[in-house]
T-cell receptor, first 116, second 111 residues
Framework: GAVVSQHPSRVICKSGTSVKIECRSLDFQATTMFWYRQFPKKSLMLMATSNEGSKATYEQGVEKDKFLINHASLTLSTLTVTSAHPEDSSFYIC????????????FGQGTRLTVV | ELKVEQNPLFLSMQEGKNYTIYCNYSTTSDRLYWYRQDPGKSLESLFVLLSNGAVKQEGRLMASLDTKARLSTLHITAAVHDLSATYFCAGYTSGTYKYIFGTGTRLKVLA
């Protein structure tokens, strides 16, 4: 199956700083990528849909100025958590859609963000 | 807007037993997915169900889809400890290209 690489897998940052998470599709072109947030023992909450070459579409209640998404190429989307606070600590997962495989989405390994 | 619910939320079962996880969704979903998540890990794709009556099986897991009832099931046959994980179903709407996840079922298989 298609491979989606997410980096870093773990990051600890200080309150007030920004952190960038990368999501790469390694062997296919992804016109659309998705960013999810998962709280402990909870389901995945869709944050935004990232489309190559255009602005991301954010879900209701997600602060677009807080969670900056850039999808500059067909293989890379980035999520930047700006001015991080401890409540931003969470597990962030990206997925990329491979139109060549029947619209199945493949998931990155996830990033555990801890803001101290 | 598509909403997806699963039950049960928690399931503790003995090895060798059978059980079913249910996934209900609120409006038309173009396809239905099942995923497995181990603690601290991302999601592993298990099944994609594309049409009414679809049934797929892999080892001790079998998934089915009834689009009229807006119901998908994940049946576990003769459970083993290695199946302990959280299982998610997800619906998909082609109009929005969104994958909407269910609440998840935490399965614990006791030896």
């Amino acid at each position: 199956g298609a491979v989606v690489s997410q980096h870093p897998s773990r990051v600890i940052c200080k309150s007030g700083t920004s952190v960038k998470i990368e999501c790469r599709s390694l062997d296919f072109q992804a016109t659309t990528m998705f960013w999810y947030r998962q709280f402990p023992k909870k389901s995945l909450m869709l944050m935004a849909t990232s489309n190559e070459g255009s602005k991301a579409t954010y879900e209701q209640g997600v602060e677009k100025d807080k969670f900056l998404i850039n999808h500059a190429s067909l293989t890379l989307s980035t999520l930047t958590v700006t001015s991080a606070h401890p409540e931003d600590s969470s597990f962030y997962i990206c997925s990329a859609r491979d139109v060549g495989q029947g619209y199945e989405a493949f998931f990155g390994q996830g990033t555990r963000l801890t803001v101290v | 807007e598509l909403k997806v619910e699963q039950n049960p939320l928690f399931l503790s079962m003995q090895e060798g037993k059978n059980y079913t996880i249910y996934c209900n969704y609120s409006t038309t979903s173009d396809r239905l997915y099942w995923y497995r998540q181990d603690p601290g890990k991302s999601l592993e794709s298990l099944f994609v169900l594309l049409s009414n009556g679809a049934v797929k099986q892999e080892g001790r897991l079998m998934a089915s889809l009834d689009t009229k009832a807006r119901l998908s099931t994940l049946h576990i046959t003769a459970a083993v400890h290695d199946l302990s994980a959280t299982y998610f179903c997800a619906g998909y709407t082609s109009g929005t290209y969104k994958y909407i996840f269910g609440t998840g079922t935490r399965l614990k298989v006791l030896a």
